[in-house]
């Protein structure tokens, strides 16, 4: 049975913040703050989603004291590959999930680019995520000039070919696909390319799971995104940072 067919199950789609460099801790309790009243509000059926929130590490006890009991997770947005260490100024899975995280986003471009990541490095960071317990958010994407060369669904298949360890599973894997060029520029990609790159990367991940699309996703594309049928969810930016248009995204998902 081909990919299609054996992961038409269904997945509870997952709508990830990531703050990114952005916060200090009075806004940042309170961004978190009207985030989780909006949560309880909603009840047991919530926005129709999962949520998670990725803030900086200065304040994930700040913002996770705050959700808690709201439901929403708390996830960070690298970590080293090594439990503990002479590495000053990185942070240890270990010490993520200490502080309450279920989940850490890993190869964003902005730390392949940036920060000289490569799928090797990415793929041991995944590795040190597992063994603390938490769920890696792997993202994938091509720059404009390799889409521009047609190569972008080679580019994503490299990445997830050098970035996913042996072991991976629905449970401890999210991919996220961000193209480079859609991040933070206010472009997105058409629905149509979206949803060809995430067939191919169904194909090459374990069963069942979740695909999530980011790049300048908003409240007024996230319908059009999140309703496409390989899309499990999205991995949202400067969208995050502000109550009313996350949770909106949230809310497309139903």
């Not at 949560?39 to 808690?68: D, Y």
């Not at 480079?180 to 069942?208: N, Y």
Request: net charge neutral; charged share 15%; with cysteine.
């Amino acid at each position: 049975m081909g990919p299609w067919g054996r992961n038409m199950a269904v997945r509870t789609k997952l709508v990830a913040g990531n703050w990114k460099m952005n916060g200090l801790r009075e806004e940042g309790a309170a961004l978190a703050r009207g985030l989780a009243q909006r949560a309880i509000a909603a009840g047991r059926g919530g926005p129709g989603c999962e949520l998670l929130i990725c803030p900086p590490a200065s304040l994930l006890t700040t913002v996770g004291g705050v959700l808690s009991g709201s439901g929403i997770a708390l996830g960070g947005q690298d970590c080293h590959a090594a439990p503990n260490g002479a590495y000053t100024g990185d942070i240890s899975p270990e010490m993520l999930a200490d502080a309450g995280c279920s989940h850490v986003i890993l190869g964003h471009s902005e730390r392949r680019h940036g920060h000289g990541e490569g799928d090797a490095v990415v793929r041991e960071k995944i590795l040190g995520a597992w063994r603390a317990g938490l769920v890696a958010i792997l993202c994938v994407g091509e720059t404009q000039l390799q889409r521009q060369a047609g190569k972008a669904a080679d580019i994503v298949s490299i990445q997830l070919a050098g970035s996913v360890p042996s072991g991976a599973a629905s449970s401890n894997l999210v991919v996220a696909y961000e193209p480079v060029w859609a991040i933070g520029t206010g472009l997105t990609c058409t629905l149509e390319d979206i949803a060809t790159i995430q067939a191919g990367i169904r194909a090459l991940i374990p069963s069942g799971a979740r695909i999530l699309y980011g790049g300048s996703v908003n409240p007024q594309n996230a319908a059009g995104i999140l309703g496409l049928a390989e899309v499990d969810g999205a991995l949202v930016g400067g969208a995050s940072l502000d109550v009313d248009s996350f949770w909106a995204i949230a809310r497309a998902c139903g």
